[in-house]
């Protein structure tokens, strides 16, 4: 591709003519035939069509126009990947910035939404109490709807101030001594009302002498809400979710939320942890949900030094476990 063959070479510096060159070109043939394969420039010898030394000095210059052509045709590629980087350089630089400017906006429209919410909070509670006059029942059952859906956009605000802090590298971790055990329950306990409407068998199974944790209690107790929620939701009827804590050696404890549900296709587990991104983007998805709350589970899970492991086969169920250093001196 770089510089011609060598029939071409010679047949341009007037050595052979065309004619030549397709005599040497059929006796090189015949001699492949019989066993026996040839170059061309032997043929051209075995002919005397040219001389050994005209042949050895086409080859150098060919050689050397290779080695000429080579080197342009490095300096050239050098030059395209050095473009190359500095397009995709600006790329990334531009991605960075789109990134921190979604983040910025997440963070401001957040702040702003948690003022006018407040407010309609506080006096849908004032409504229900009857603090500013009686209600009839219907209109009591509005203003308790009204008031689980002000709790609910509440609390994804709050997530979605979580996920500007954690996109900044912002999101604290306050270290205290806990009682994941505690929390375990406690999360048991605030699902099970909604795993009973579902038909899903809720369990906990707990280790003896399981020592306390070092750990943010509240964002812990987040990531149990947020990995249970996920397997009820996720489960068919007549399936089960279980939380287990156990011991592991002197140091860890690990905790684990498996599921019967429908698991997650071995392609797409990292997708599972992309903000606002679900599986099922179609307009007609099954289930509800902003995306959010794996990625914060694996980010809050990161923050304490830990890592977030993901067992899940389509169809049979998925297992979400991490685990966390046992408190010092700690008793359980």
């Known amino acids: ?7 071409e070479h010679l047949i341009r510096k007037g050595l052979i003519t065309a004619e030549n060159l397709q005599k040497a070109l059929d006796y090189q043939q015949e001699a492949t035939a019989k066993g026996k394969p040839i170059l061309l420039g032997q043929a051209l010898i075995d002919l005397n069509l040219l001389e050994r030394a005209e042949i050895d000095q086409a080859v150098t210059e060919l050689i050397i126009q290779l080695r000429s052509a080579l080197q342009v045709a490095n300096r050239t590629l050098e030059r395209r990947v050095e ?19 979604k983040s910025n906006f997440v963070s401001n429209i957040s702040h702003e939404l948690r003022t006018p919410l407040t407010h ?41 101030i979580m996920v500007s802090l954690a996109s900044r590298g912002e999101m604290s971790i306050k270290q205290e001594t806990v009682d994941i055990c505690r929390l375990a329950n406690l999360t048991i306990k605030s699902h099970t009302p909604h795993a009973q409407e579902r038909g899903v068998d809720l369990q906990i199974r707990i280790d003896e002498n399981v020592p306390l944790v070092q750990a943010d209690s509240q964002k812990i107790a987040w990531v149990l809400y947020q990995l249970v929620d996920n397997g009820v939701k996720f489960t068919p009827s007549d399936g ?13 404890v690990i905790v684990s939320v498996t599921d019967t549900g429908i698991g997650i296709p071995a392609n797409r587990l990292e997708d599972i942890f992309e903000p606002f991104h679900q599986l099922d983007g179609s307009a007609t998805r099954h289930y509800e949900g902003t995306g959010l709350g794996l990625s914060l589970v694996r980010q809050i899970i990161e923050a304490h030094g830990s890592m977030l492991e993901v067992q899940s086969l389509e169809g049979h169920g998925s297992m979400f476990k991490f ?4 408190a010092a001196d700690s008793k359980p």
């Open 1 to 7: 591709m770089l510089v011609p063959r060598m029939g």
């Open 83 to 101: 473009e190359r980087t500095a397009e995709l350089q600006k790329a990334l630089e531009r991605v960075s910035e789109l990134s921190q400017l």
């Open 120 to 160: 309609i909070k506080g006096y849908v509670e004032l409504m229900v109490t009857d603090s500013l006059g009686p209600l009839t029942e219907e209109q009591r059952h509005a203003l308790q709807v009204s008031q689980q859906s002000t709790s609910k956009l509440e609390s994804l605000i709050e997530d979605l």
């Open 323 to 326: 685990p966390l250093l046992a």
């Open 240 to 252: 089960r979710v279980v939380v287990s804590v156990k011991r592991e050696g002197e140091h860890l």
